[in-house]
């Protein structure tokens, strides 16, 4: 009988067919251990540049916050003569007028000021609040100046509401040009007035008119406050059409604009319903509800934060506002505002008494409030940088001002 042979094959190798067990042949698995490198690489690559971009941000961010500051005691941009330039009121006795005292050398720099303005649709502001941030002690006081109250300068003597105008007009007659640049004249002629008056310096200024009061308000999804009175008004030349009824409510822009600038009512026929018995101080007891109302924006605005609200701020601004901050001031002061408790947000009336056709400033009681609450100065602001022009009167039963004011907190308790 043959045997039958049986002849062997080999089996076609196969890469990294467990040979690696026995150290032979590793290929294989060499291809994916270079793929897992060169993933684990790219991925610790991204990892690291978005740490990096993260410390860079904290970086960018510390040094803003530390060693960017805005400007303060600029100059305004405008030549306005000598509208301002003689020597200022003193009630020595001697009849003559003393210098100015320079402080510029004295500012504090965590004191800075503002002016904020509301325009009507004309040329007049109704809304004049000078305010003074200090970040260092995380305050701020806001100064409501009456629109009625008696100014002098060389070659302007009124009403405060009136001054922007008349800074526009001397704008256009210098030969400048442009909406927005003669607004920024009208608005430095307010800051220069403001210095030369009550002796504080402007460092930055905002100007606003109602069609951006009213989309600010409604960007904030509306304020709540409590309407003090039964509100009613119409004035047809103005477009001014107020109805609103007493209690605690959410305006939006409209109603808020309503509010804002209520003064006096209509005749009224003796309805309950339709009458409205208005301010027994005018614009005095307006101010005190403008300053409820403000109150209640920045309680909605910075308690809690809200991002999204601070954006449609900046946002209205860049669109309806006037003013001479740069976007990283803006930047630079909406954080340093976020540290600010309402508590430590004071609010004062320059105090006076109408002397018809104007408010008349009490000189003593103003000079001292000024530079408890708004002097950004490290000495007083001396008598001889006022012109509060308070000569020949003769004030009975002046009643007892509250140097102090009162803080948004108890506003809107």
Known sequence: ????????????????????????????????????????????????????????????????????????????????????????????GSGETA??????????????????????????????????????ENSASVLNIPRDTYVSARNF????????????????????????EISKAGVEYVCAMIQYTFGIPIDKYVLINLEGFKVLVDEIKGVEVDVPMRMKYSDPEQNLYIDLYPG??????????????????????GNPTYYSIGY??????????????????????INPIDLGNIRSLFEVGSKYMITNMTAADIGWFGVQMTNIKLENVRTHTLPGTWVSPHQVVYRQEAMEIINKYYNPFRKNIPESNFNIDDKGMVFDNKPQIDIDGVTMSELIR
Do not use: H, W
């Open 248 to 269: 605690l409510q959410i305006l939006d822009g409209n109603k808020a604009e309503q509010l804002v600038r209520f003064r006096q009512p209509d005749e009224g026929s």
């Open 157 to 180: 003597s009124g009403k405060i509401t009136n001054v922007y105008g008349r800074g526009r007009s001397l704008a256009s007659q210098g030969g400048i040009t442009g909406r927005e």
């Open 99 to 136: 210098p100015p005292e320079d402080l510029s050398g004295d500012r504090d720099r965590d004191c800075f000021t503002f002016l904020i303005l509301g325009s009507d649709s004309g040329t007049n502001t109704d809304t004049i609040m000078a305010v003074m941030v200090n970040v260092k």
């Open 1 to 92: 009988m043959k045997k039958i042979m049986l002849k062997q094959y080999k089996l076609p190798e196969v890469p990294g067919d467990g040979k690696e067990k026995n150290g032979r042949n590793n290929k294989g698995r060499g291809l994916n251990k270079n793929k897992k490198v060169k993933f684990m690489t790219v991925r610790k690559i991204i990892l690291l540049s978005f740490l990096g971009l993260i410390f860079l941000f904290l970086l960018l961010a510390y040094l803003f916050l530390n060693f960017y500051r805005p400007s303060q005691g600029e100059s305004p941009k405008v030549n306005f003569g000598d509208e301002f330039s003689f020597g200022t009121y003193s009630d020595d």
């Open 280 to 301: 027994a101080g005018e614009d005095l007891g307006r101010i005190k509800t403008q300053q409820t109302f403000l109150s209640a924006v920045m309680k909605k605005m």
